[in-house]
């Protein structure tokens, strides 16, 4: 019998097996299809203080092995999250999720999480500062240390829960930024975000999605994310939840060995929803088959010797 369960921050979770925020919207849709509490968690989608439309259509453009989105924070708002979204998961999920929080300011990061610290169902406040979708928004907190590390420091100081950031890719170096929110007292990290992408329509020549550029994301990131992660966990002593182009068991175990301590899975949830439940029935196999007897002793593996 192998022992799939994780802890992130004192909290444990079955397995490490998550799916990814803006990929699996408040979760009640896929409990329609299979029972999502067999997942460790799942993160959200990105939640601000207001409702969002999202960007102008088309905001989808699909590519080999992946696909580019610009949905642009589309959500109804951290108050409608709490009265309309979080009670209607209440019901189908009795673990603690993961909420992914966006912002255009410090004042909204913490103004959201002031909020959703006081759901007892978040387990984690993950604070998505790198959003490539929205202008002035997320990203320039994403790809700056000091901003980075601002608004770690200001959502520390109204929660209690484990506040982890997700990182941007599209940095020169990722290990600066890393480095600067776990100084700043972050709990743990997430990464990565989607990569900066663009696709063009050869009949009209022109920019396939309306915001020109969006964030590229699939089976194709997943050597990009590991890369990054393995360099992360040898700058920081927090965890980190690595997300990038995972879609198979397999992909759960050599992100670990990069250095995660759990992981999120996001495209693939969109070519087949029930690709996480299918990863979690596969896991114990996996690790039968390369003789791994528990996931927590495989973390950073790929450092050791
Ligand atoms: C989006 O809503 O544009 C995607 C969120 C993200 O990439 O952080």
């Given at each position: 019998?192998?022992?799939?369960?994780?802890?992130?921050?004192?909290?444990?979770?079955?397995?490490?097996?998550?799916?990814?925020?803006?990929?699996?919207?408040?979760?009640?849709?896929?409990?329609?299809?299979?029972?999502?509490?067999?997942?460790?968690?799942?993160?959200?989608?990105?939640?601000?203080?207001?409702?969002?439309?999202?960007?102008?259509?088309?905001?989808?453009?699909?590519?080999?092995?992946?696909?580019?989105?610009?949905?642009?924070?589309?959500?109804?708002?951290?108050?409608?999250?709490?009265?309309?979204?979080?009670?209607?998961?209440?019901?189908?999920?009795?673990?603690?999720?993961?909420?992914?929080?966006?912002?255009?300011?410090?004042?909204?990061?913490?103004?959201?999480?002031?909020?959703?610290?006081?759901?007892?169902?978040?387990?984690?406040?993950?604070?998505?500062?790198s959003c490539p979708?929205?202008?002035?928004?997320?990203l320039?907190?994403g790809t700056?240390?000091?901003?980075?590390?601002?608004?770690?420091?200001?959502?520390?100081?109204?929660?209690?829960?484990?506040?982890?950031?997700?990182l941007s890719p599209n940095v020169t170096?990722i290990?600066?930024i890393?480095?600067?929110?776990?100084?700043?007292?972050?709990?743990?990290?997430?990464?990565i975000n989607t990569l900066l992408g663009?696709?063009?329509?050869?009949?009209?020549?022109?920019?396939?999605?309306?915001?020109?550029m969006?964030g590229f994301?699939?089976?194709?990131?997943?050597?990009v994310?590991?890369?990054m992660?393995?360099?992360?966990?040898?700058?920081?002593?927090?965890?980190?939840?690595?997300?990038?182009?995972?879609?198979?068991?397999?992909?759960?175990?050599?992100?670990?060995?990069?250095?995660?301590?759990?992981?999120?899975?996001?495209?693939?949830?969109?070519?087949?929803?029930?690709?996480?439940?299918?990863?979690?029935?596969?896991?114990?196999?996996?690790?039968?088959?390369?003789?791994?007897?528990?996931?927590?002793?495989?973390?950073?593996?790929?450092?050791?010797?």
């Amino acid at each position: 019998m192998v022992d799939t369960k994780v802890t992130l921050s004192g909290i444990e979770f079955s397995n490490p097996v998550m799916a990814a925020s803006g990929t699996f919207g408040y979760g009640y849709e896929y409990a329609e299809l299979f029972d999502i509490n067999k997942m460790g968690s799942f993160s959200f989608k990105g939640t601000t203080l207001e409702a969002r439309f999202g960007n102008p259509t088309p905001r989808i453009a699909e590519c080999p092995e992946g696909m580019i989105n610009s949905v642009g924070l589309q959500n109804p708002g951290v108050e409608a999250v709490i009265n309309e979204e979080l009670p209607k998961l209440k019901k189908c999920f009795s673990k603690p999720v993961i909420a992914n929080i966006g912002g255009f300011s410090i004042d909204e990061y913490v103004a959201v999480a002031e909020k959703l610290d006081k759901e007892e169902q978040v387990g984690i406040l993950e604070i998505n500062i790198s959003c490539p979708n929205v202008h002035g928004g997320g990203l320039a907190f994403g790809t700056d240390k000091n901003m980075a590390a601002e608004v770690t420091k200001n959502v520390k100081a109204v929660t209690t829960k484990p506040v982890y950031i997700k990182l941007s890719p599209n940095v020169t170096d990722i290990v600066e930024i890393a480095r600067a929110v776990e100084d700043a007292g972050a709990d743990g990290i997430s990464m990565i975000n989607t990569l900066l992408g663009m696709r063009i329509n050869l009949k009209t020549k022109k920019p396939v999605i309306a915001n020109k550029m969006g964030g590229f994301s699939g089976n194709a990131i997943l050597p990009v994310a590991l890369r990054m992660v393995y360099q992360v966990y040898e700058a920081v002593n927090i965890p980190i939840i690595g997300i990038g182009g995972i879609s198979r068991a397999e992909d759960v175990i050599e992100m670990m060995l990069a250095g995660a301590s759990a992981v999120q899975i996001g495209a693939a949830n969109l070519i087949n929803p029930f690709v996480c439940s299918e990863i979690v029935d596969n896991l114990p196999k996996v690790m039968q088959k390369y003789d791994i007897q528990s996931l927590k002793d495989i973390i950073g593996g790929a450092h050791n010797g």
